[in-house]
């Protein structure tokens, strides 16, 4: 699970989690978070997500960090987009408008790349860890912003014995473990996914369920 495993896997194009649609949660359950339009929103190891797009297109500001460059290229390409590249520190930084993508290690990143971030959207950056990196991410995420911000997150359950991660399984109980003490947790739709990941049922899942939270600071 180190850069190379990452970049191996976008070379190879073994890129399953990835979606050509909005995540439903997402659509959904965004407008409860009450943000204003021009807030700044991080979305943590963004891939190439349309969800990127669809939050720039509520009138927020975006942040993405993606450790691929193929991947940050291919968000703009297949936009028909032409960003500015530049580089900042351990970043190569692209931007067009209110889209910004970091292209380097998340865990380079210190609280001033994010300039005032107001929300996180997490839908495939926890689960995209192993157990043993679940708390460095928690902490790092902490390290950036001190002040919590409300998050829409997320995560996958299944029966990890089942099958090997990424993407990893992350219960509700783990949830609460690594942002239970900054925030407010709360489940807010439970749903079954199992018929489309004809890649899991071939595997011998026999449940897969992705389960959306909203983190709400603690006041």
Known sequence: MDVEFWLERWHRREIGWHRNEINAH???????????????????????TLDLIW?????????????????????????GL????????P??????????ILCGDFFDLKPEHLNQVDAV???????????????????????LMPSPV?????????DQKTRPGPPFAVHRDEVET???????????????VLAESPNNLKRGLTSLHEQAYRLSPRV
């Open 82 to 89: 032409t960003p500015t590249v530049t580089e900042m520190g």
């Open 26 to 48: 997402l659509q959904e359950f965004w407008p409860s978070l009450a943000l204003d339009r021009n807030a700044c929103v991080f979305v943590p190891l963004c891939g190439k």
């Open 121 to 143: 959207f997490d839908r495939a950056s926890l689960i995209a860890l192993p157990p043993e990196m679940r708390r460095r991410y928690a902490d790092k995420m902490a390290s």
């Open 150 to 158: 409300p998050t829409l997150l997320v995560s996958l359950e299944y």
């Open 91 to 100: 970043f190569r930084r692209y931007q067009l408008d209110e889209l910004v």
């Open 178 to 192: 690594l942002f239970g003490d900054r925030y407010r947790i709360e489940p807010l739709a439970r749903l079954d």
């Open 55 to 79: 939050l720039v297109g509520q009138g927020h500001r975006v942040i993405g960090v993606e450790l691929a460059e193929v991947a940050v290229r291919e968000i703009f390409a297949e936009q």
